[in-house]
């Protein structure tokens, strides 16, 4: 009975991991599904700019293209990006460099992956809080685009959510190498849905 208390914590601790994978993977799902929102919007953006440049060339007083088309691509990919990042990185699709993850035939995987965990983990700590600072500051501001005079806060929000849900997710990985569990749910990729 002496390693009654023991069991329990370390159940309690991987309950507590369990409820914040939980949180992680519901939001970044969610933000996922935000991310391909963007990219729809983006495909149909470009193919109405498409479009119109053919009109312009028949009809002669219809304009050569939409005015918000790039400014708005451009918010629209960096949604897609940023809002589908932390689902990426917890069903292990994310590009990584895995030189050092190989070496010595693997001995040092899960030590590199926790070294790599928590570099990334400051890494998109950081970028999370300036993102969240930047979208302060410019709706304190009142900035506006140029183009459109579109504000600009509401893209910054989303790239700041996409980089916080990142933050977590690399959170998330760094505490699952701690604590010996799986890292990633490649169940979640839609590569994975694809190829099956």
């Given amino acids: 009975m002496t390693g009654g208390p023991q069991t329990s914590e ?10 914040l994978e939980g949180i992680a993977d519901g939001l970044s799902l ?19 700019e498409i479009a119109v440049a053919m009109l312009a060339r028949i009809i002669p007083l219809m304009p050569s293209g939409i005015g918000i088309a790039w400014e708005y691509s451009a918010y629209l990919m960096g949604g897609a990006f940023m809002l589908g990042a932390g689902m990426t990185l917890r069903a292990g699709q994310q590009i990584r460099v895995e030189l050092l993850l190989r070496a010595w035939g693997g001995r040092f995987h899960a030590l590199f992956d926790t070294l790599s965990s928590v570099a990334g983990a400051a890494t998109t700590i950081y970028l999370a809080v300036a993102m969240i600072s930047l979208t302060i500051r410019t709706y304190g501001h009142g900035e506006v685009s140029q183009d459109s005079l579109t504000p600009l806060w509401v893209p910054q929000a989303g790239l700041a959510l996409g980089a916080c849900l990142l933050a977590l997710q690399m959170v998330v990985r760094m505490l699952a190498n701690l604590l010996r569990q799986p890292a990633e749910r490649p169940e979640l990729g839609a590569a994975t849905a694809i190829e099956g």
Avoid: D, P
């Avoid at 391909?36 to 919007?41: Q, S, T």
């Fill in 10 to 19: 370390g159940s309690r601790k991987n309950g507590l991991f369990a409820m």
């Fill in 30 to 48: 969610l933000a996922g599904y935000l991310a391909a929102l963007c990219v729809i919007l983006l495909t149909g953006l470009i193919l109405a």
